[in-house]
């Protein structure tokens, strides 16, 4: 078993930053690929950006070049540096942590942070 757990989030301006941070605790931290979602009133919950357990980044398009995932396999710890931070990035962002074995996929959410973007 994985626990989730996000921090980090808050209320900021437009054009401010904000530091997100997923700790995933209870298992093996390096093996697990690591996201994060956000999901927007109303709207589905998309793609943020993910990090394979190599390190191998993949963005959503709206968040290239201006959001950075990173991880930090000692602290057992994913990070997701926000800047250039517009209102259309508010929402409820998710951390998760998935792990295929043998192709059955064990996937674990934290509860969600809310991020606000506004002046």
């Known amino acids: 078993q994985v626990q989730v757990v996000e921090s980090g989030g808050g209320l900021v301006q437009p054009g401010g930053s904000l530091r997100l941070s997923c700790v995933a605790s209870?298992?093996?931290?390096?093996?697990?690929?690591m996201a994060w979602y956000r999901q927007a009133p109303g709207s589905e919950r998309e793609l943020v950006a993910t990090i394979s357990s190599g390190g191998f980044r993949v963005y959503g398009d709206s968040v290239k070049g201006r959001f950075t995932i990173s991880r930090d396999s000692a602290k057992n710890t994913v990070y997701l540096q926000m800047n250039s931070l517009k209102p259309e990035d508010t929402a409820v962002y998710h951390c998760?942590?998935?792990?295929?074995?043998?192709?059955?996929?064990?996937?674990?959410w934290g509860q969600g942070i809310q991020v606000t973007v506004s002046s």
């Open positions: 998760n942590a998935r792990r295929v074995v043998s192709g059955m996929i064990s996937d674990y």
């Open positions: 209870g298992s093996i931290f390096s093996t697990y690929a």
